[in-house]
C-alpha cells in the first residue's frame, strides 16, 4: 500500500514507501561500508629471540613495521631473553628485566609457622568465646518467655570472652 504526503514542508508530493526505500538502501550501504576489525589476544609470540643482538639484526630489516606499533603489542609479540621492549623519546631500546626483590614463598620464612600456629589458636578461641555468647543469650530468651512478667534481660557475656590479641 503506498500513499503520498503532502504538507507544507514538502513542497512536493512524496512517496513514503521511496523514504523507507531510501533510508534503508543507505543503511545497508553504510553496513557493507564499514570494515571490522575484530581483536583477538595475542597467546603465543611471533618470534623470539635469545639474546639483544639477534633482535637487534631483525629489527634494522623490520625497521619501519616495528616503529608503527606500540611497545606494548610489541612485547606481546615478540620475546626477547631478559628484555622488554620499550621506547624513550621515539627510540626503540631494550630495557634488562630484573627479578622482583620480594619473596611470595612463604614457607621459607621460620616466623611464619609460629604465627600461623598463633592465629589458628586465636581463631578457635574465639570461635569457642562466640558459640558461648550465643548459648548464654539463648538460655536468657528462654528464660524471658516462660516468665509471665516482663522481665529485662542482662546481656553481659559470660568472663570467658576477655582474650588478649
Known amino acids: 500500500m503506498s500513499f503520498t504526503v503532502r504538507s507544507s514542508r514538502f513542497p512536493n508530493s512524496i512517496n513514503v514507501n521511496k523514504i523507507k526505500m531510501i533510508s534503508i538502501l543507505s543503511i545497508l550501504y553504510q553496513i557493507n561500508r564499514m570494515t571490522l576489525k575484530i581483536i583477538e589476544p595475542i597467546r603465543d609470540y611471533l618470534k623470539v629471540f635469545s639474546s639483544p643482538d639477534e633482535f637487534n639484526i ?27 621492549i620499550t621506547k624513550i623519546k621515539n627510540v626503540l631500546m631494550l630495557k634488562k628485566i630484573t627479578e622482583p626483590a620480594h619473596n611470595t614463598n612463604f614457607s621459607n620464612s621460620p616466623l611464619v609457622p609460629e604465627n600461623l600456629l598463633e592465629l ?23 528464660i524471658g518467655t516462660q516468665s509471665s512478667q516482663a522481665m529485662l534481660v542482662d546481656v553481659s557475656p559470660p ?6 590479641i
Open 58 to 84: 631483525w629489527y634494522t630489516k623490520n625497521k619501519d613495521e616495528v616503529n608503527t606499533l606500540t611497545t606494548h603489542k610489541l612485547n606481546k609479540m615478540y620475546k626477547i631473553e631478559g628484555y622488554r
Open 120 to 142: 589458628q589458636d586465636e581463631i578457635k578461641n574465639i570461635k569457642t568465646t562466640v558459640n558461648q555468647i550465643i548459648q548464654y543469650l539463648n538460655v536468657q530468651q528462654h
Open 159 to 164: 568472663s570467658t570472652t576477655s582474650t588478649t
